[in-house]
């Protein structure tokens, strides 16, 4: 298991992309959670095997329709945390 911070720039708030998120996180059996940071930008924390979350990656850079993606980041985490399901949080 892997886990990674995904930041999301461009249009991504107010378009329903942490629904987006969730969604697909479930379709691909991630583990983490997704909110929108007061800067525009969508955190989201995966927790998987390497190549479903490969997949989820490639789900969040469409975005839904109304969102533009314009770039995303990845940096991988270090730790024990272990997330049982995927949430939204507020």
């Given amino acids: 298991m892997k886990k990674y911070r995904v930041l999301v720039y461009?249009?991504?708030q107010g378009v329903g992309f942490r629904r987006y998120a969730r969604k697909n996180a479930v379709k691909y059996r991630i583990k983490?959670?997704?909110?929108?940071?007061e800067n525009g930008t969508?955190?989201?924390?995966?927790q998987g095997?390497?190549?479903?979350?490969?997949?989820?990656?490639?789900?969040i850079l469409i975005g839904?329709?109304?969102?533009?993606?314009?770039?995303?980041?990845?940096?991988?985490?270090?730790?024990?945390?272990?997330y049982r399901d995927f949430e939204i949080r507020r």
Wanted: proline residues 7%; glycine residues 12%; positive net charge.
């Fill in 32 to 37: 983490g959670w997704v909110r929108n940071n």
């Fill in 64 to 82: 839904p329709k109304r969102a533009k993606v314009d770039s995303i980041e990845v940096s991988p985490i270090k730790g024990r945390i272990n």
């Fill in 42 to 46: 969508v955190e989201i924390i995966v």
């Fill in 10 to 12: 461009g249009r991504v």
């Fill in 49 to 59: 095997l390497p190549s479903r979350i490969g997949q989820f990656i490639g789900k």
